[in-house]
């Protein structure tokens, strides 16, 4: 809350995901949250993230990437505000699978992070990406995760503000 001399105000922050897969109509196939470490406590902050933006958005699969884990929600809509929301499961991505930073986003590791992520995903559209990931986490993915993905456009939610921009 801001109060400007009688009037107060509620002040809301937008949230927005990283990264969506978007149908070719506009839909959200999938929401994907990027975090750079997996310390418990913000693990679960960020599942409670997506979960509230997967409700906001209708959109009933999201990716929770955690540092190196990979956490897949799935909301089943059968009970409303995303209280149907769950885990499905969770694997580990090697931090060998992600291609190199974008040379744009040096010095910013999140950014470094975020978009390498996107570029993983892009990538996933390819038979030959999907074969080389670990079983774990290509059973996690498995194959309706890697459909959503070759049928929509994987783009970033929001801009991304690099060094060049300044």
């Known amino acids: 809350m801001t109060t400007l ?3 107060t105000i509620a002040v809301m922050t937008a949230v927005h995901p ?3 897969v978007i149908s070719p109509d506009g839909e959200y196939l999938m929401i994907v949250e990027v975090k750079l470490n997996d310390a418990f406590t913000r693990h679960q902050e960020a599942i409670d993230q997506l979960k509230h ?3 906001s958005t209708s959109c ?3 990716l929770l ?3 190196e884990r990979v956490v897949l ?3 089943s809509f059968e009970q409303s505000n995303g209280e149907s929301i769950s885990i499905v499961g969770e694997a580990v991505l090697p931090d060998s ?3 190199p930073a974008d040379h744009q986003w040096q010095g910013n590791r999140y950014l470094e992070f975020e978009s390498r992520v996107q570029q993983w995903l892009e990538k996933l559209k390819l038979v030959s990406s999907v074969k080389t990931l670990p079983n774990d986490l290509g059973r996690l993915l498995g194959e309706p995760i890697i ?3 070759r049928l929509g456009e994987v783009r970033a939610a929001g801009p991304r503000w690099s060094k060049v921009a300044k």
Do not use: E, N, Q
């Open 53 to 55: 933006l997967m409700a």
């Open 60 to 62: 009933s699969v999201g």
């Open 5 to 7: 001399g009688d009037v």
């Open 147 to 149: 459909s959503l993905l």
């Open 97 to 99: 699978l992600l291609p």
């Open 18 to 20: 990283d990264i969506v």
């Open 73 to 75: 929600l799935r909301d």
């Open 65 to 67: 990437i955690c540092g």
